[in-house]
């Protein structure tokens, strides 16, 4: 994550609409906030919060959207990806790097696979907020707030766990910041060195066939190294080799943690949002008029958004002009998570429509939440084939409407958890879900079916690129 020196600009970098300000949000309708019980509280923790230090500066906000910008107009690819939900108990040096060990993976076999620079942002350092379909949950005729995340409340089924504590936004924040310290310490340290690629292959995965063919695409990059080495690069000195630039992202479920960290920068004369390098909008809040889409209207981060198959062409061009009126190339990540069986029908009109508008958006491929199911034994779940399959709509659609297939949006972890089902060589079944069902929210791939998926999109986005 090193710092980009830029030279400052005239003009602002996002020009904010003009009755906006990191306020204006509060006269706008906020679908999935909690019900604070105490409002002096509520102020306490908003004050506070807005005297703390930054998480992430301007000038790394925008080495990501210059990076989104290539990305954009099709000579890169976006993996954005981690948990669910972070809880706060796994904001530890083992937790961290075993999330960013299997996104190290799956960048490196994107990478390597189609010869495309990839922009990686992790769901990391911050991703506390969970919307959620129903605000209450019944278990044994007892009614209760749902669990909202870690930011909000606690998970137990008690009324004192259940109740929103403002204090965990301070927690949140504190959190995020020691996971960023790792993050950054093992980024720029030489964990993420491509000599070591090795070493991020877990035993567990090493056993498995996608684990083996990762040793071999991890041989492939250790002789592509000694090649240069021998043609007479220096390769200890590129640093490009021994670094990797990991950016963080959340959904901006909570305007009020947002704006306390919404800071003004007097070089670029924009305001930014330095909770996360990138923020996204949920597929249940992103309503043109309401609250999370003015907040990060005004802001000069990237800003992604959910696009769920009730999306019309009609709304998501409503949304497009809200968030990107100057038509900034990178400025709008659309992460389009439609569903295995829809998204080969849905996503033409929507390309169609954003692009006959002037935008030049990065579209990602979120096929995760479009593919969720309760299994008969009562488990939250997806199954990798119905992944790969919106992954591989996903490239047709754009492959026929000629638009850049441009990312891809994971929830996974570098554990050995049962929480999706299949792969073709290593599956997982049913009766397996309970095994390692771990999640706090949604399921997640493990690190094999993690790779798995990386193979099979690299090989999606080669044949893209080789015409
Ligand atoms: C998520 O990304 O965890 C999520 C809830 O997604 P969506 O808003 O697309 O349902
Ligand atoms: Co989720």
Redesign the pocket.
Known sequence: MTLSSLTPRAEPLVPAPPAWSPGSWRTRPAAQQPDYPDAEALQRVEDTLALQPPLVLPDEIVGLRDALAGVAAGRGFLLQAGD??ERFTSCTEDGIRSKLRVILQVAILLTYGSGLPVVKVGRIAGQFG?PRSSPTEVTDGVELPVFRGDIVNAPEFTAEARRPDADRMLRAYHHSSAALNVLRALTLGGYADLGQAHDWNQEFVRRSTAGRRYEKAADDVGWALRFMSACGLDIPAQAALQQVQLYTSHEALLPRYEQALTRYDERRRTYFDTSAHMLWIGDRTRRPDGAHVELLSGIGNPVGVKVGPTTTPDDLRELCERLDPAREPGRLVLITRLGAGKAGELLPPLLRAVRSAGHTPVWACDP??GNTFVSGSGYKTRRLSDITAEVAEFFGAHREVGTHPGGIHL?LTGDDVTECLGGDLDEIVEGQLETRYETA??PRLNAVQSIELAFRTAEFLRIQHSG
């Open positions: 669910c939900a969970k995760m939440h929830e929210c949604d």
